[in-house]
């Protein structure tokens, strides 16, 4: 039974990618010979992108005239990762839209070259990539220790070839949701860049908001507060009381703890339970990593949180009363200058850590005033909100994107006819 459908639009052919393409293995060299020579199109070109461009291609490899005639890129050239660790990564296809001068391919993926004028380039490295293209990929790939497709477990697998015309149609659509989303991630960092600037300015008195003028000082942590481990780990014994905790990816993916978060049910002793409590303005900082410049992420707990406590894979923060508001704290221990000064700290070889007494030592710049603190907090806030209401609207461009490409390759949803397209 075909995997595709049954019944198809009229006018649509189901086809296998065989009847469509010539399948070639790439080109396999030693470490030595990249860096210099001719282009070649390499595994990442093709997984991160579905249309390829001159511009994308900026590996290079020493190459002789033979390979290069054996192994060559050409424009309208369909490419797919041919190995890696997961089938999920495995048939990913882009199309080489550019004509490129004496260009090969790496031996990590497969050359599918078009050998009939009925498939639109383009709408060949939009389909490829439709969901029922990808799950018919790997139903009909291996998988042993690593996963594996081959010219000819591709040639096998099962296509719905639209007229040309309808191709040109499909393509225009598609391309107008693909520009919306670029253009949406271009203002997305630059939002993200012009925050990173008020933060600089904000955060270290460089820049003073109307109405303020009072003084800002260094201080070390150790003297504005008290530093504190923990012994909680994830286990449940018996005997000891259930309890939420607080983990060291709970702090790396946020800003900001709330009783509302969902936590990691475990048991704990009495003792811990109080030792290890979460108040209102702690800070959490994850101390080790496997490399410095991804230590010392941090989130603050913004209010008191009932019998939740922190895990022995982070350290917390507890300012004294009245020196920092919480939600000026999401954002000063996030300036690149605070970093700098734990990943100076870190110790280790394989994996380096942050000591308590590392993260004590560790100075901020802060204003006195409370109510500065707070305004500097609703500027950087409200800038956070901008970027997530942004995202979000990429995500729903995305998720249409995805909707589209399903339903407009396999006839589901049709293109209007007087719909205008350029060859």
Known sequence: MSLVKTKIPPNWQQVKLGDLFEFKN?????????????????????????????????????????????????????FFTRTSETLEEIGLSAVLLDEIDSCVFSGYILRARPITNKLYPKYSGYSLR??????????????????????K??????????????????????????????????KITLKKEVKKGLMQRLLSGEARLPGFGGEWKMVKLEDIGSIRTSSVDKKNVEGQKEVGLLNYMDVYRRDHIQQKDNFQIVTAKENQIFSSNLKQGDVLFTPSSETPSDI??????????????????????RPKKGVLDPAFSAYCFKTFEFYKKLWRKAQGATRFTLSKDAIGKSSIIISESHKEQQAIASILTTADKEITLLEQKLHALEQQNK?????????????????????
Request: aromatic residues 8%; neutral net charge.
């Open 26 to 78: 790439g080109l396999n060299k030693g470490k030595e010979f990249f860096g210099h020579g001719t282009p070649i199109v390499n595994y990442t070109d093709v997984y991160k992108k579905t249309l390829l461009v001159n511009s994308d291609i900026k590996g290079l490899v020493e190459v002789s005239q033979n390979e290069v005639t054996n192994n060559s890129a050409k424009q309208n050239d369909v």
């Open 130 to 151: 439709a969901p029922y293209i990808r799950k018919d990929i790997k139903r009909k790939s291996s998988m042993t220790t690593r996963a594996l497709t081959t010219g």
């Open 153 to 186: 477990f591709l040639s096998q697998v099962d296509f719905l070839l639209p007229p040309l015309l309808e191709q040109h149609r499909i393509v225009v659509i598609l391309e107008t949701w693909d520009n919306a989303i670029d253009l949406l991630k271009k």
């Open 296 to 317: 010392g992420h941090s989130a603050v707990v913004m209010e008191d949180l009932d019998n939740i406590v922190f895990s022995y894979h982070l350290v917390r923060f």
């Open 403 to 423: 909707f589209l490409l399903n339903n407009l390759v396999t006839g589901e949803i049709r293109t209007p006819e007087d719909l205008l397209v350029h060859a």
